[in-house]
């Protein structure tokens, strides 16, 4: 059974950075593509980011687009998101999904998902 837990949120000024951390296991990691999705109160959950099963391909929404940065590392199973000038709308739940292919598109669907981390920026 595939698990993910991501680990790092918190409370932050507006400006500032936090770095979010998922751990997978399960499946063999690197055989898949990795995302990061978020959910704000009282909206629907929009994606963020992913990067292929190799590292090679990242994709990002424009909303994050020079700030956030995606990685991951195949040897400790985990995908890591570096969110850099954050703002107060970037305040949400951030969820870490699996997808069940190597390369993914913004119109793939994830499989898996962890429970979450909340991120809070503060104005």
């Known amino acids: 059974q595939v698990q993910l837990v991501e680990s790092g949120g918190g409370l932050v000024q507006a400006g500032g950075s936090l770095r979010l951390s998922c751990a997978a296991s399960?499946?063999?990691?690197?055989?898949?593509?990795m995302g990061w999705f978020r959910q704000a109160p009282g909206k629907e959950r929009e994606f963020v980011c992913a990067?292929?099963?190799?590292?090679?391909?990242?994709l990002y929404a424009d909303s994050v687009k020079g700030r956030f940065t995606i990685s991951r590392d195949n040897a400790k199973n985990t995908v890591d998101l570096q969110m850099n000038n954050l703002k107060p709308e970037d305040t949400a739940v951030y969820y870490c999904?699996?997808?069940?292919?190597?390369?993914?598109?913004?119109?793939?669907?994830?499989?898996?998902w962890g429970k979450g981390t909340l991120v809070t920026v503060s104005s």
């Open positions: 399960g499946r063999t990691f690197s055989n898949y593509a």
């Open positions: 999904a699996s997808y069940g292919t190597k390369y993914v598109s913004f119109r793939s669907k994830a499989d898996y």
């Open positions: 990067i292929s099963w190799s590292g090679g391909t990242t």
